[in-house]
């Protein structure tokens, strides 16, 4: 965010770090639905920026063995499948997929909240590590 001269603020679409040359380096390298080519980097922020970009987008494949889809009835005419699939192969990645459950979700809406499921907090309550199978719950229960 920056403030602009009617005294309202409005959303960079670039990081003002790292800089390399005084080029700014985008949030996102989509244009037009599509990853841009390196070239295309090069061209616009400078070769070492370019470079950057590119170690960057590609780091955080390197820890991944597996890609998974999480298949719900409201996506499948998305087509993902294949998708997740293409994505898979390219990386050497085992593919994987589940059925999805909105049931979670929609117990939180309705405001069906369990203890097994769910840790409601009251006003002034703390929230405090357990080191347990429950992981979190509210100071003094």
């Not at 639905?33 to 590609?58: C, F, H, P, T, W």
């Not at 998305?78 to 699939?85: A, T």
Request: net charge negative.
């Amino acid at each position: 965010m920056r403030n602009n001269t009617s005294g309202g603020t409005e959303q960079s679409t670039t990081e003002e770090y790292p800089q390399s040359q005084h080029h700014e380096v985008p949030l996102s390298t989509q244009s037009a639905g599509r990853m841009k080519s390196y070239q295309e980097l090069v061209e616009q922020y400078g070769e070492d920026n370019a470079n950057y970009v590119m170690e960057i987008l590609g780091n955080w494949t390197q820890n991944y063995t597996h890609g998974l889809l999480i298949d719900f009835d409201f996506t499948r005419h998305l087509n993902l499948r294949e998708q997740v699939r293409e994505i898979c192969r390219q990386h050497g990645w085992e593919y994987d997929e589940l059925e999805g459950d909105m049931s979670l979700l929609q117990r939180l809406l309705d405001g069906d909240w369990d203890d097994e499921d769910f840790l409601v907090v009251n006003p002034g309550e703390i929230i405090r590590a357990t080191y347990d199978e429950r992981v979190i719950d509210v100071e003094g229960r």
